[in-house]
């Protein structure tokens, strides 16, 4: 036990619960976006939402591959589409010099090269209750869902929910 009385926890349960968090990170669009699944990576679209980063990016997984088609697949599949071509990138190691390298060549803008960090608290919750707040859990879209939307001044947002929600399985709170 630990010194606040909960279990142990192994570093084979902190990879498991990292890897659930990466693998749910890179699949996050997917509720919202239209997909399409490349040998190198994802691309997502939702052409109705041409400002969402989110929605409109290219996920390239790791590996070695010709960069500079996959560079040429993406920019040609974003432009087609009138949409500014984004790359995303997630990396165990997060150094692969040769990717980076292509992607600078072609042009592209490396704005974080360093890996996301997964944080986990394994102290007991300091979190005190606010009655006053009201969480739902909201799993589709009814009258109540739409007014909602209404009052979000973020109109790329909005439509990012709204999206959402349409998808079967997905929710937010």
């Given at each position: 036990?630990?010194?606040?009385?909960?279990?142990?926890?192994?570093?084979?349960?902190?990879?498991?619960?990292?890897?659930?968090?990466?693998?749910?990170?890179?699949?996050?669009?997917?509720?919202?976006?239209?997909?399409?699944?490349?040998?190198?990576?994802?691309?997502?679209?939702?052409?109705?939402i041409p400002d969402s980063y989110d929605g409109n990016h290219a996920f390239v997984g790791d590996g070695h591959y010709d960069w500079a088609k996959v560079i040429d697949q993406?920019?040609?599949?974003?432009?087609?589409?009138?949409?500014?071509?984004?790359?995303?990138?997630?990396?165990?190691?997060?150094?692969?010099?040769?990717?980076?390298?292509?992607?600078?060549?072609?042009?592209?803008?490396?704005?974080?090269?360093?890996?996301?960090?997964?944080?986990?608290?394994?102290?007991?919750?300091?979190?005190?209750?606010?009655?006053?707040?009201?969480?739902?859990?909201?799993?589709?879209?009814?009258?109540?869902?739409?007014?909602?939307?209404?009052?979000?001044?973020?109109?790329?947002?909005?439509?990012?929910?709204?999206?959402?929600?349409?998808?079967?399985?997905?929710?937010?709170?």
């Amino acid at each position: 036990m630990s010194e606040d009385g909960s279990p142990p926890v192994s570093l084979q349960h902190t990879m498991d619960i990292i890897e659930t968090i990466t693998r749910v990170e890179r699949r996050f669009a997917s509720t919202f976006a239209q997909v399409e699944e490349r040998e190198w990576g994802t691309l997502f679209y939702t052409p109705d939402i041409p400002d969402s980063y989110d929605g409109n990016h290219a996920f390239v997984g790791d590996g070695h591959y010709d960069w500079a088609k996959v560079i040429d697949q993406i920019t040609g599949f974003y432009e087609a589409r009138d949409l500014i071509p984004r790359i995303y990138h997630f990396s165990s190691d997060n150094d692969n010099a040769e990717l980076r390298s292509a992607f600078k060549q072609a042009g592209f803008t490396i704005t974080k090269e360093d890996v996301s960090r997964v944080l986990i608290y394994r102290g007991p919750s300091r979190i005190q209750s606010n009655p006053e707040v009201r969480v739902r859990c909201i799993d589709g879209i009814d009258e109540n869902a739409l007014a909602e939307l209404a009052t979000i001044d973020n109109l790329r947002m909005a439509k990012v929910i709204q999206r959402r929600l349409s998808n079967k399985g997905s929710w937010i709170f």
